[in-house]
């Protein structure tokens, strides 16, 4: 290849995304001491900050509800929430904070549907996880029940299940079955490994992203954020169009 070729081959480098054009994240732990993101409200306001840097106006953290590691409810979020809003007001922080939750699909969570006691977000939004080791039996009806009791199911970091990898039409099932695909942006950084990278960039280019989420849990996935934010990938999920995070 000539000298020209090699020039006019290689790829212009991006500008950095500015992520105030999300206005809002949907995805992350900043609720201090509940889960495993933030330890303390110092180290919550270090994360507030930093992605008040990257341009969000608007954090909506979805602390872990798990039955056997993370016994958290809506009593419990609400009262760190009220805590890390009345820190930013006395630090003159300008980042509006709300709360729902990251709901894993185990045996509490369809009786919480059942219930209507789900944290919401956006228009009766509920975020959830699935385990990464297998797809769970009951994943389709309780989607089902979810979309019956009103609610919009979105699903967490969806290019981070392995075991759909190999079977790409599942994400076009999820879809049909009325469920918001949410990604990792760290994902196109390579957080989780080339795989997941792969499988992100793919659900982008095929246009199947809603919301795109930060998951930040602690300053390693600041770091990250910042080295992806000229990723040729997130720019082209940002300027889709298709995003939700903006009207959040
Ligand atoms: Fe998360």
Known sequence: ??????????????????????????????????????????????????????????????????????????????????????????????????????????????????????????????LFEISFLNEPEQLDSVVFKMRTSGYTPVLAHVERYPYWYGNPTQYEKLVTMGVLLQLNISSLGGQYGPQTMKIGRQLIDNNMIDLLGTDCHNMNYIEILRSTLTDPHLHKVINSGKLLNAGL
């Open 1 to 126: 290849m000539g000298l020209l070729n090699k020039i006019f081959s290689k790829k212009a480098v991006l500008p950095p995304m500015d992520l105030g054009r999300l206005k809002a994240d949907m995805h992350s732990h900043l609720i201090p001491g509940i889960d495993d993101g933030a330890e303390t409200v110092k180290a919550s306001i270090e994360l507030i900050e930093a992605l008040h840097e990257l341009g969000y106006t608007k954090l909506i953290t979805t602390p872990h509800i798990m039955s056997d590691y993370y016994k958290n409810d809506a009593n419990i979020i609400n009262e760190g929430l009220e805590t890390m809003r009345a820190e930013l007001i006395k630090r003159n922080i300008p980042v509006e904070l709300d709360a729902a939750a990251e709901y894993y699909l185990d045996y509490e969570f369809e009786s919480k549907i059942d219930g209507k006691e789900l944290m919401t977000f956006g228009d009766n939004y509920v």
